[in-house]
């Protein structure tokens, strides 16, 4: 028999497979020792085979927990049926992975008509009893039978608002009672039938509410957000209640161990007195800081400490812990490591190593790579917001960042705008798990109420969204779609900008700069350098870009795409003199042009790299790319090349090609046009020339690229070498320089051992080698891909991550082959895919030295590189 049910005292961290995150972890917590309440955790197998075998409950489940429910009576003595020992208890989903907010929670399950009576004889409290039960037959009705949650909410506020009760906690019992019958009349309005009166009905109902709820359209959307799979399931937890609502020596908080916004090593949380459950996630009321529970309890505040400095140390990680005070008496209801923002994980994951918890290499496992990419987000630019003017600065700083974007008020809105490539700011009174999409689709989002914790500010938090909460100084109204502020209104579609690390709201768009590191962060690039194996090159020709790349910890060049450089006004002119000349002399003659220009980039290039490997590949476009296409622009270089509109046409005409990607560029302009190539290595040699007689020492690697034969490397190879020879003798200097390929054709890659006796180096081209491996035209993929996706036929878009199976397969061939026959060949990765985490997980495991990708992915490449090495890195042979 299949043991679906394990009691907490059964479990522990390691079974999260199996017990789900939540379940694992109160297990463990009740193996430390900590004030758990008592229960026990039905397993992700349940739930699994639940959804399975359409929907229906494995056949020894009921047993088991019924089995379960009486050693749980025989523990705590309590049951549902007893008078004087009345079990009530929660109903928590929680799967391997944590999901916040994704799947529902069901409190004070066990109460009925008649067990509320109990419970208010037994606790002399009938305002308590009574509020336990309306909060159930609230969260039961929306969680089992998806009873829209404004039919309980709008007779509540409209009940509180006819009796002018300000809080919740105003209502009087006969108020909460009178509530409760409403509540069970939506039941009958809503769903025909009456709540459920049977505890252990009221038990499997929502059992097989929470495991149905894995299929949700938000937990799906959550799930596909974060790659988490979804097969895995949710377990159960279910759970002896604790009571926070009940009275003032009560409450119900949540406290981060440390800061998650700025990493600080403190205490970070927010409670509300006599309150339950969700209430301070919800925003229902002003929560207040951790700090003033202090003043309030001494010892519980002090306890809490303790608990939670124990939870990090033994988890070596900021945790996120969920508590409840009972008359004083502290109970912890859950822990997980915390989300944070991108600054925090780094301060939090660099103070943990010197403060001895963790080691370099576990430190950074501890950091996503995006976190890394989120860093270097912009900021606003500190002059333009002092002329900016401000709507709001009341707000709290959620989640930092620096957006701009046209109001809306639904995330419904939301995705549409985003759809017509709009840039949109998500505004709501508070947001809910139904608004993820739309949170996705957002610049930022700015809430009205809500605290530091609240759902915006979590959910935000962890996709790394600018977002602002808690501006009670604004006031929305989502059906008018406007937002008050002090001295006027913002409709929807009004531009403004958010500052997510300050929580302040501007009117307009305001200007933004570049990120600036912290010490904690160039600490931990060094860690992360320090252990990598793989280089990271940076892919870059502009003077910004390759100081950047250089900042970000790129060891050298990987790839200066040279077409890019033909692109000024000037160079276009005479790089189409070059493409339109009828003879050889002419077409010499403008290359001599482009050669001055060309020699000063590549010095400029090169003084910046120094001593540090700088990869320059020769012209790889089809010509006609910097052809004039509109009849305006060629009559206008018809002019400026003093020839007849009809030559022109001509000649571009007699450039056009079907297949321009299959056709003439790469090394086959070179074949045919030797020049070109010549007039390029000239300007390469002459620059690093100059360089060294000032005492720089450059280290120019000239790049041939999409060759797919042996012959038309060693053809341009000896071309150009014979030129650098002259170059050589007529300075009466010499210089170190390597001649290479680009590995993007298939062929290529299936020669690579003969190519390799050739060249000093390869680096493969990613995106050309996918497009020609699977044929699959880079430029119109666009139009398949989603449907690839959708029916499962590919998992990942093979632009963006690498096809390990297939391209993978080849790169692997190649470097073999290449490696056994030249081992001092260096071997490099220079499309997209090289700034890529999971493509460079794959990449380290091969004989590769080094990844190169645009700059500002160098540092989570690092990161990248040096996680895949902590994991075990390259299989040694
Ligand atoms: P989520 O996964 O959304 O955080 P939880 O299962 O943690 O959902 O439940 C949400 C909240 O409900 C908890 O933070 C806690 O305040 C409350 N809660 C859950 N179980 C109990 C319990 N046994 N006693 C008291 N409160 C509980
Ligand atoms: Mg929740
Ligand atoms: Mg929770």
């Known amino acids: 028999m299949t043991k679906y049910i394990y009691a907490f005292d059964e479990g522990q961290k390691s079974m999260k497979d199996l017990l789900g995150g939540k ?43 019924e089995t379960q429910l009486e050693a749980f009576s025989q523990r705590t003595g309590k049951s549902f049926s007893s008078n004087e020992q009345l079990l009530l208890v929660s109903v928590r989903s929680g799967a391997k992975i944590s999901m916040p907010g994704m799947m529902d929670t069901i409190l004070n399950l066990g109460l009925n008509d008649e067990n509320v009576e109990k419970l208010a004889k037994k606790t002399n409290d009938f305002r308590f009893a009574y509020d336990c039960y309306r909060r159930l037959l609230q969260m039961f009705g929306q969680v089992v039978y998806n009873i829209p949650m404004t039919s309980f909410d709008t007779y509540f506020e409209e009940y509180k608002q006819q009796h002018s009760y300000q809080n919740d906690a105003d209502i009087p019992a006969e108020g909460l009672q009178e509530i ?7 039941y009958l309005n809503e769903v025909y039938k009456p709540f459920p009166q049977k505890p252990l009905e009221q038990l499997t109902e929502a059992i097989e509410a929470v495991f149905k709820s894995w299929d949700n359209d938000r937990a799906r959307v959550y799930r596909q957000l974060n790659e988490i799979p979804h097969d895995i399931g949710t377990a159960v937890n279910i759970q002896e209640m604790v009571f926070g609502n009940s009275g003032d020596r009560s409450g119900t908080g949540v406290a981060f161990t440390r800061n998650p916004v700025t990493g600080d090593a403190k205490l970070f949380g927010e409670y509300l007195l006599n309150a339950q459950g969700e209430d301070v996630v919800a925003g ?35 945790q996120d812990i969920e508590f409840t005070i009972e008359n004083e008496q502290l109970y912890i209801l859950q822990t997980r490591s915390g989300k944070r923002t991108a600054h925090a994980a780094i301060q939090i994951a660099v103070d943990l190593v010197e403060e001895g918890i963790l080691t370099q290499s576990e430190a950074v496992m501890n950091v996503e790579v995006k976190s890394i990419d989120q860093l270097l987000h912009p900021n606003f630019d500190t002059q333009a917001l002092q002329q900016a003017s401000l709507i709001s600065k009341v707000g709290l700083p959620a989640s930092p960042g620096a957006a701009s974007g046209k109001i809306v008020f639904s995330a419904e809105e939301a995705k549409i705008q985003n759809e017509q490539g709009e840039r949109v700011i998500l505004m709501r009174p508070e947001t809910s798990p139904e608004d993820i999409e739309g949170m996705i689709a957002s610049e930022a989002i700015v809430t009205t109420h809500g605290g530091m914790t609240s759902h915006a500010a979590v959910v935000a938090r962890g996709m790394g969204k600018c977002c602002v909460t808690g501006c009670s100084d604004l006031e929305i109204n989502v059906v008018d779609k406007v937002v008050k502020y002090d001295t006027g209104t913002l409709k929807e579609g009004d531009m403004i900008s958010v500052d997510g690390a300050k929580g302040d709201i501007y009117f307009g768009e305001v200007a933004t ?106 012209l790889d476009p089809p010509l006609h790319e910097f052809l004039p296409k509109s009849e305006e622009d060629k009559a206008a270089v018809a002019k400026q090349l003093n020839v007849s509109g009809r030559t022109l046409t001509q000649y571009i005409e007699s450039l056009e090609e079907v297949n321009p990607m299959l056709g003439h560029r790469g090394c086959r302009l070179a074949i045919t046009y030797p020049e070109l190539y010549i007039m390029q290595t000239e300007a390469i040699i002459k620059s690093a020339l100059y360089l060294k007689s000032q005492g720089i020492h450059c280290q120019p690697e000239i790049m041939i690229p999409l060759v797919s034969t042996v012959s038309e490397f060693t053809i341009l190879k000896n071309q ?57 035209s880079r430029d119109d993929a666009g139009k398949f891909i989603g449907a690839y996706a959708e029916q499962g036929i590919l998992d990942t878009d093979p632009f963006q991550t690498l096809d390990q199976h297939g391209v993978g397969q080849l790169v692997k061939t190649a470097t073999e082959q290449a490696k056994a026959i030249n081992p001092t060949i260096k071997i490099g990765v220079c499309g997209e895919l090289g700034g890529d985490h999971k493509s460079i997980q794959y990449f380290n495991t091969l004989d590769i030295d080094y990844v190169s990708c645009s700059p500002f992915r160098v540092s989570g490449a690092l990161l990248s590189t040096a996680q895949s090495e902590v994991k075990g890195g390259r299989l040694r042979v």
């Open 720 to 776: 150009i070498n014979e030129r650098i020879e002259t170059l050589f003798e007529a300075h009466g200097e010499s210089l170190h320089y390597l001649i290479g390929t680009m590995i993007e054709t298939p062929r290529a890659c299936l020669i690579a051992g003969d190519l390799a006796q050739e060249c000093d180096f390869f680096s493969f081209g990613t995106n050309d080698l996918t497009q020609l491996t699977f044929g699959f």
């Open 284 to 318: 229902i009321r002003t929560p207040k800081d951790i700090e003033t529970l202090k003043d309030q309890m001494p010892h519980v505040h002090q306890q809490f400490l303790e608990v939670s400095q124990r939870l990090e140390t033994h988890y070596k990680d900021m």
């Open 180 to 186: 409760c019958n409403h509540f069970k009349e939506v």
């Open 23 to 65: 379940g694992a972890n109160l297990a463990e917590m009740k193996r430390l020792g900590l004030p758990v309440p008592d229960g026990f955790t039905l397993t992700t197998e349940a739930c699994i085979a639940y959804l399975k075998h359409d929907l229906k409950l494995p056949e020894t489940l009921m047993d088991q927990l």
């Open 513 to 618: 700069m570049k990120a600036e590191r912290s010490h904690a962060f160039e600490q931990f690039m060094k860690w992360s350098k320090d252990i990598a194996r793989l280089d990271v090159r940076m892919n870059a020709e502009t003077p910004q870009d390759i100081q950047s790349g250089y900042q970000f910890g790129a060891t050298g060049i990987g790839l200066v795409r040279t077409e890019h450089m033909f692109f000024g006004p000037e160079r276009l002119v005479e790089m189409r003199r070059f493409i339109l000349s009828d003879t050889r002399e002419k077409r010499i003659e403008a290359l001599n042009q482009i050669r001055q220009y060309q020699t000063e980039d590549f010095e400029e290039i090169l003084r910046l790299s120094g001593s540090r490997p700088t990869i320059i590949r020769l």
